[in-house]
């Protein structure tokens, strides 16, 4: 779920690009060059991700990952959202270029939170790896659809509606991430653990 | 509150609803259905499932009009304000007006209809909901209008609605915008004006890059996951679906970021240090600076008819 342009009133529009541009310099000097690729990956990923449909009962859903992108990328996570959504906006027209600092404060800052946390939950073994993964991509994307209720509030109580009917619809989703990130992290795991480091 | 709201009763509008939301699933039904059929005459198969082909944002960069003649700096950063100018817009005319400006734009940068039509199509879905809940769910305000459509209980709030189609018309008039400022020059010329414009190095190196890899990764993915089809995955609402697109998604992760190292280890090799060599470099006539003005007044019009106006409540 991406907000598109023209919906949220121009103080939080402002006020949400400051934020995002302040968080983009904050992560370009965490990131080191020698991750770089690393950054790129998880980025185009996470677009490629965003194409990927599951069949839910009669309809499909899309995955949106900010859970994973966390997981894999710890503090470096905002600059891959904020290019990610970039991209989805200039290429898909998912969410709007001027809804772009909300759409990253919405899927970063959980991804971010969810890295930090996946950083303390994911101890040694493999059973503590799986239940931190699936933690953390079930709590980054309810955090996310969280913040977009508040986000789309910030418009007024007409939004009121809409922001909890997207919440509602997103709890099915939230549990289908949280199991794919469960099998994912398991895979890498057993395959290419240096990239959970 | 709600006795100051003007209600009006329309017999039997439920049912007339009913009636009309039935035809137009009906009519989907049907064309799904004639799609399927047209698709297996034609020899493609589930492709709902799995079309995953993404646009070139750059396809029509080599075409020649106002757009494409103008310094791509002054393109970018004019349109960009002018954006946010049509983002403040609280009016419905106003809006409409913008949308309007929108197409007059694409069409003098002589953009094809289908560009458009992708970007209006890919909103559908988060616009769409706003159509169909705001009404149902706005609180009622004095003066505002609601219609019972009998013998549905729920009230259809006028106001939801026409909020709902404001931002609809924000949302289609930035969005056809796009197509005049990303499509009219190449993307590494685009980054290059993004790089004049003081955005770090390191993010329109990353854009370049991510760009790229899409492309290369999307090959791979469809690579894949025609494997795990002619191995006879099929998806379903289960959890072995899910068990296999995790570890899909994991193996995605892992072959791309050995092919990224790999490339990044023989670009640093040959040199690279953090960025591409350029050579193109900008000019920018008085045409294009007046242009660019032009734009950002337009906006700041709309913007200022749209505040003062107040005799025009939509």
């Known amino acids: 779920m991406h907000i598109s342009d023209g919906v949220l009133p121009v103080s939080i529009t402002i006020g949400t690009f400051a934020a995002t541009i302040a968080l983009t310099a904050v992560g370009v000097r965490k990131t080191k060059d020698e991750s770089l690729p690393k950054v790129a990956v998880v980025t185009s990923a996470f677009f490629v991700a965003s194409l990927i449909h599951l069949p839910l009962g009669p309809t499909s859903v899309h995955l949106s990952l900010p859970g994973l992108v966390g997981v894999l990328l710890g503090p470096s996570a905002y600059i891959s959202i904020v290019l990610g959504l970039a991209l989805q ?36 073994t493999l059973k503590s790896h799986a239940i931190a993964g699936a933690l953390c991509g079930f709590l980054g994307t309810i955090l996310s659809v969280g913040f977009l209720a508040a986000l789309l509030y910030t418009g007024g109580e007409d939004f009121l509606g809409v922001g909890k009917i997207a919440f509602v619809a997103s ?11 469960n099998f994912t992290v398991i895979f890498l795991f057993k395959v290419k653990p240096e990239l959970l480091k | 509150m709600i006795d100051t709201a003007e209600t009006i009763y329309i017999p039997f509008g439920g049912m007339i609803l ?3 939301l039935l035809l137009a699933i009906v009519a989907i039904i049907i064309r799904r259905l004639l799609k399927a059929a047209r698709d297996r005459k034609a020899g493609h198969h589930h492709r709902h499932e799995h079309d995953w082909s993404v646009p070139v944002l750059d396809d029509c960069s080599d075409l020649d009009s106002v757009f494409h003649k103008w310094d791509p700096r002054l393109k970018i950063f004019s349109i960009l304000v002018y954006c946010f100018l049509v983002a403040a817009l ?10 309007i400006i929108s197409l007059a734009a694409v069409k003098l940068a002589k953009i094809p209809f289908r560009n458009t039509k992708r970007r209006l199509m890919a909103m559908f879905g988060f616009l769409g909901m706003f159509l169909v809940i705001m009404p149902l769910t706005v609180p009622t305000q004095p003066g505002d209008l609601l219609l019972f459509f009998q013998p ?26 796009m197509e005049p400022l990303l499509n009219t020059a190449p993307l590494p010329v685009t980054i290059q004006a993004l790089r004049h414009l003081r955005v770090p190095d390191m993010i329109c190196q990353m854009i370049l890059l991510s760009h790229r890899y899409i492309f290369v990764f999307l090959n791979e993915a469809n690579r894949m996951y025609t494997g795990m089809r002619v ?5 379903k609402t289960n959890l072995a679906t899910l068990h296999t697109m995790g570890n899909f998604l994991g193996m995605l992760f892992v072959s791309s970021f050995n092919r990224t190292q790999r490339v990044y280890e023989a670009m640093l090799s040959r040199g690279y240090n953090g960025t591409f060599p350029v050579y193109t470099d900008f000019f920018a006539r008085p ?10 007044l337009l906006g700041t019009g709309l913007l200022l008819l749209d505040r003062t106006g107040a005799f025009i409540i939509w």
């Open chain 2, 287 to 296: 045409k294009d600076w007046l242009f660019g003005i032009a734009w950002i």
């Open chain 1, 89 to 124: 906006s200039l290429l898909f027209q998912f969410g709007g270029i001027t809804a772009l600092g909300a759409n990253s404060i919405m899927m970063g800052i959980p991804a971010l939170m969810v890295g930090w946390l996946f950083k303390q939950l994911k101890g040694t």
């Open chain 1, 171 to 181: 709890l099915p989703v939230s549990i289908i991430e949280a199991i794919i990130a």
């Open chain 2, 18 to 20: 009913a009636a009309g």
């Open chain 2, 231 to 235: 191995r006879g995955f099929r998806q």
């Open chain 2, 152 to 177: 549905i209980p729920v009230p259809f709030n006028v106001r939801g609605l026409l909020v709902a189609i404001r931002i609809i018309l924000k949302a289609f008039a930035i969005a056809l915008i």
């Open chain 2, 90 to 99: 609280t009016k419905i005319i106003w809006a409409f007006c913008a949308l």
